[in-house]
Every structure is written in structure tokens, then in C-alpha cells.
């Protein structure tokens, strides 16, 4: 097994199985996230984020889902390195941009890009709901105390242009990531004829679309109504 996962094939196997695993996740997080533009009193969102935080499935998969994360970012890692390895003599370098796309080409720098824009998130918002629950405000909903995350989430937005901006770049430099990285699961998978293979590349587009544009409408939302 473990030569299985040290070798070439095996590490992209990882690559994808981590990679789609974390689509999953992605769909989930932005439709929860949604939930800050259709209520402005905040309750439905904070109903959310209090059944995530308190629920024992999800409980379990935090810890699933951060190893989900670390694999999939040192796998990368050590595949790209593994490449350049392969190459130690410069070549002449060919112009590729009509046979593979830019994101393609470019995907450890979106990644880095897209980690540095989730270590930000993760200070703001996760780090703070789940490890100093009590700096936060509380608010009563259908006679549950929880805590007030709609206050903190949409606060920071309303108070930071700048951070809204950062939130931008990141959701669009995610759905660049995600362009290639969704198609690309499913041909390493072996899933990649000629028919499927348009089908899948479709799908992600339209994926990455909606990943991009949902994300990037939550920030927006705030800075343009408050």
C-alpha cells in the first residue's frame, strides 16, 4: 500500500480522491454562507452555523476534513517537486498555452494563492467560533442560545473594504483552481474518454462559476446595501 501511494500514480490517485473530497465540502460551506444574503435579521445563519458546530457527524469529519486539506496540499507539493526533480537540465520551453489551459499550467501557485486566502479565513472566522467562542456575542433562536457568528461574519465584511476585496480575489482564484483540478480528479480516476471527458470539463466549468460567484456575492452584498 504504501508503495501504492509513494509512487507516481498513487500520488495522484491521492490528489484527486482529496480533491473531490473538498468539492464536496466547498458546495456545502458556500451554500451555508448563502444563508448570510437571505436573512439579514441573521437567523438562518446562525441556525446553520450553530447545527454544524454542534452536530457529532460533522464533529467527526472536522478532524477527516483537515487531513483532507493536508494531504491534498503536500501531495501537490511533493508532486511538483517531484516533477521538477525529473527535469534538473533546463529545455527549451514550449510555448503549451493551445494544448493545456493556464490554471493547468499554474496550478501549486493558485493553490498557495488559495491556501494563503483560507489561513486569512480561518483566523477571522473559524478560529475564533470554534477555539474563543466567548469574545463573541451570544443571540437566542427558537429558545437555543448560540452563538451570534452572523454578527461576526457580516461585521467584518460592513467594517472592511479591504478584507471584502481579499474575500473577492480569493473565491475567484478558487473557481480558476477548481476549473481544472474538478475535470482532472476524474482523469486520474481513469473516468476521461473522449465523451465524458468534454462532459466533466463542462461540469467544472460551470462548477467554478458558481463557487466563484457565490462566494464573491456574499462580501459584495454587504458593502453595496450597508
Known amino acids: 500500500m504504501s508503495k501504492f501511494l ?20 466547498i458546495a456545502v460551506h458556500l ?19 450553530h447545527f454544524m ?9 472536522e478532524p477527516v476534513l483537515g487531513l483532507g486539506f493536508l494531504i491534498h496540499i503536500v501531495w501537490s ?21 493551445e494544448s ?22 480561518v483566523i477571522n472566522f473559524f478560529w475564533v ?5 466567548e469574545s463573541m456575542q451570544t443571540i437566542r433562536v ?16 460592513k467594517a472592511s473594504i479591504v478584507y471584502s476585496i481579499v474575500y473577492v480575489l480569493g473565491a475567484i482564484l478558487l473557481g480558476i483552481h477548481l476549473s481544472h483540478g474538478f475535470w482532472s ?9 473522449k465523451y465524458w471527458m468534454k462532459r466533466w470539463k463542462c461540469v467544472a466549468n460551470i462548477y467554478a462559476i458558481l463557487v466563484a460567484v457565490g462566494f464573491s456575492i456574499i462580501p459584495l452584498y454587504f458593502l453595496i446595501k450597508f
Do not use: C
Open 6 to 25: 509513494f509512487a507516481s500514480i498513487g500520488r495522484k490517485f491521492m490528489m484527486s480522491i482529496t480533491g473531490l473530497f473538498l468539492l464536496v465540502f
Open 31 to 49: 451554500g451555508l454562507n448563502l444563508l448570510l444574503i437571505f436573512d439579514d435579521s441573521g437567523e438562518l445563519f446562525n441556525l446553520g452555523a
Open 53 to 61: 458546530a454542534t452536530n457529532p457527524l460533522i464533529k467527526v469529519m
Open 77 to 97: 507539493v511533493f508532486l511538483e517537486f517531484q516533477n521538477w526533480k525529473a527535469r534538473p537540465v533546463k529545455y527549451k520551453k514550449l510555448d503549451r498555452s
Open 100 to 121: 493545456s489551459t493556464w490554471a493547468s499550467r499554474n496550478m501549486l501557485v493558485l493553490g498557495a494563492l488559495v491556501f494563503t486566502f483560507l489561513v486569512i479565513h
Open 129 to 133: 467560533i470554534k477555539f474563543a467562542p
Open 142 to 157: 427558537d429558545g437555543t442560545e448560540m452563538e451570534n457568528a452572523y454578527v461576526l461574519v457580516s461585521g467584518l465584511f
Open 185 to 193: 480528479a476524474f482523469q486520474t480516476l481513469g473516468l476521461n474518454n
